[in-house]
Structure formats: C-alpha cells, structure tokens
C-alpha cells in the first residue's frame, strides 16, 4: 500500500452513481425527443453532450465550492429549489393532461431542464429533483404510447435501480471509510438482482400489450416511423457510450491534480458538548495504550503542530473540516482523518495495521508542518 494510503474503495462507486444518473437523464430526455419532437441525430448529440458536461460540471463545482457551505444554508437553498421545481412540475403535468402541442413544448423544455439540474446536484444535493425531472419526461414519453413508452419505462425502473446501489453505498463508505477491498461488482451485482425482474416483466408485459398512446395528446393515435425509431434508439445507445466515456476521461484529466473529490455527505455543523479532552500525549506515552488512544493520540499530535504552524482550527470543526482547511500534504492527512474517524466514532477497535498507519501518516504531518512553520 503506497504511503500507508488505504485504496479510495468508494472511489469507482461515485464514478458509478455519476454514470447511471447521466444514462438516466439521457435516456428520459432522448426518449420524450423521439416521441413527441424530431430526433435528428445532431439533436440527440446536442443533448448528450449537454448533459455529459452538466454532470461534470457539476461535480468540479461541489469539489471547489466545499467548505463554503454550510449544512444550514445549503438546506435553506435546496428546499426553496425544490419547492418551485414541484409546483412547476406540477403546473407541467396537469396542462400536459389537457393535450395539444403542449406535450412536445414541455418534452423539449424540460429536456433542457434535466441539464440545469444535473448542473447542481451535486453542489446542492438536488439528486432528487433529477430524478424527480426524469420521470417527469418518462411520463412525458409515455403519452405518446409505443415503442417510446415502453423503453422509457422500463429503462428509467432499470436504471434508477442501480443509481439508487451505488449512490446508497458511496455515502455509507465515506460516513465510515474503514472498508477494503472492491465492492463496485458486488454492489451492481445486488442491484442487478433486485431489478432484473421488475425490467424483465415490464419487457414482457409490454412486448404482448404495447402502451397505448393518450387519446387526448396531438397525434396520439398515429402510428410512429418504425424505421426513425429504430435509428433513434441506435443513437441513444452509442451516445450513451461515447457520453459516458467523455465523463470518465474529462473527469480523470480535469480531477488529476485534484482530491478525493467533493464529498457525498452534508457539512456537519459542529458544536460543543461534554466530553473527554483530548489533551497531547505525554513523552513517557510512548507507544503504550489501547488502539483507540494511539490513533487518537496520533490524530491530535497533528492538531497541535498544525496550529503551531499558524492554522486557525476552532473546536467545533469537524475532522472533515479541519481537512479542508489544512489540506497539505493531501494523503497522510486524507488517511489520518478516515482512521481518526474510525477509532473515534466507530464501533470496532482499530486493528494493529491502522495503528501503525495512523502514526505513520501523523509523522509525515508533523514533518510537513514543522518545516512550514521553520518558513513562516
């Protein structure tokens, strides 16, 4: 293990959740194209890119913007934008029931919409409204019946079950990162297990009983170009390749110089309570004492030379906090506060190895800091 660093095994799943939320909007925004509005394929290439760099953009301005946010503000934010989202969505159905060439002006409306909302979700946590937005154009999709509804309903049951996987189990290992070892296979294996039969069925359902179109809605009993769909459907597959392969590149490029990313859980505004002090260890300590106290000793030994180096930390700031604000050097510290968490607030005791990690990357904190504080 290069410097003591534990592998990221949370890493891949966040890569994951990005890429199943990406397919998700792109096939919710291509299918309620290729029902009700035409499905050029510079049209479909315009929106698969709009998305793709929506996303990414979005998860750049989470990582740079964190820290800046509080947990309060940012809920005030986000409950304000979801409250008009869910009135306009609201307002959108109910005029879509009425039919008329309404339908296809809110298809092409919220399609652009679905890219605004990837654009900050990850900055606000609106993964909801996404979802929320997406199943809107399904439902969109859906009234036009056929081949349209079909595959919009079932990709959308499809693959916002595996979303759901990976986002679940991204935000469980970074609340508690002791875990090793590669977990994106198991987890998209469960997911796998927990939707094949819900897409099988509606495949077969669907396959004997094609959706019929809304009698209401503009040309809701003419039959759809069997040829243009086919061609479309070929489209949103390679787009969804070619789209999904742009984030990972950009993404691996943009970030390489970067963190560990913007983190997935909110900024836990911190306060005082009664608890033991955690006081420097004595000299005479050496290296007696339980697990828990060595990482714990190991973790405040850095906090003491860290504001001998001229770093304000208060005591209400968090470990996650106290990580953004001193940020250097990047990996010792990223692998003392995920030990440091554990030891501190996890159920288990720490186990030799993490000991030795933990005071291994505590030396290469005093070190660093010590010469930044032989500068200043």
Not at 108 to 136: I, K, T
Request: glycine letters at 12%; a positive charge.
């Amino acid at each position: 293990m290069s410097e003591g660093l534990r592998p990221d095994v949370a890493g891949p799943l966040r890569v994951a959740r990005d890429l199943t939320l990406y397919l998700l909007s792109l096939l919710a925004v291509i299918s309620a194209r290729i029902a009700w509005l035409p499905a050029g394929a510079l049209a479909l290439l315009f929106h698969a890119l709009l998305l793709a760099l929506a996303a990414l953009l979005g998860s750049l301005v989470a990582e740079a913007s964190w820290g800046l946010w509080t947990q309060a503000s940012r809920r005030r934010v986000r409950l304000l934008l979801l409250g008009l989202y869910a009135a306009l969505a609201f307002v959108a159905l109910v005029a879509a029931t009425g039919g008329g060439e309404l339908v296809a002006r809110e298809a092409e409306a919220f399609g652009v919409v679905q890219s605004a909302l990837l654009l900050v979700a990850e900055p606000l946590g609106l993964h909801v409204a996404v979802l929320g937005n997406a199943l809107l154009l399904v439902i969109l999709a859906s009234f036009r019946g056929g081949a349209p509804a079909a595959v919009a309903t079932t990709g959308f049951v499809g693959v916002v079950g595996f979303f759901l996987a990976f986002d679940h189990a991204a935000k469980k290992l970074q609340a508690w990162p002791g875990a090793r070892g590669r977990l994106l296979g198991p987890i998209a294996g469960g997911a796998a297990r927990l939707v094949l039969p819900a897409v099988v069925g509606l495949a077969l359902v669907f396959s004997a009983e094609p959706p019929k179109p809304y009698a209401r809605a503009p040309a809701g009993s003419a039959a759809v170009d069997a040829r243009e769909t086919r061609r479309a459907y070929a489209w949103l597959g390679l787009l969804g390749l070619g789209g999904g392969g742009l984030m990972v590149l950009l993404g691996r490029l943009l970030r390489s110089r970067g963190g560990d990313g913007a983190p997935l859980l909110e900024r836990i505004e911190g306060y005082q309570v009664l608890e033991e002090p955690l006081e420097p260890p004595q000299a005479e300590e050496g290296s007696y004492g339980s697990p828990q106290s060595r990482v714990i000793r190991a973790y405040v030994r850095f906090l003491v030379r860290a504001r001998e180096a001229g770093f304000k930390l208060p005591p209400h700031h968090t470990p996650r906090e106290i990580q953004a604000r001193v940020r250097e050097p990047e990996r010792p510290l990223s692998l003392l506060t995920a030990l440091f968490m554990d030891a501190r607030y996890g159920p288990g005791e720490p186990a030799a190895e993490d000991v030795r990690d933990a005071e291994r990357a505590s030396q290469a904190l005093l070190s660093a800091l010590g010469r930044r504080r032989s500068r200043g």
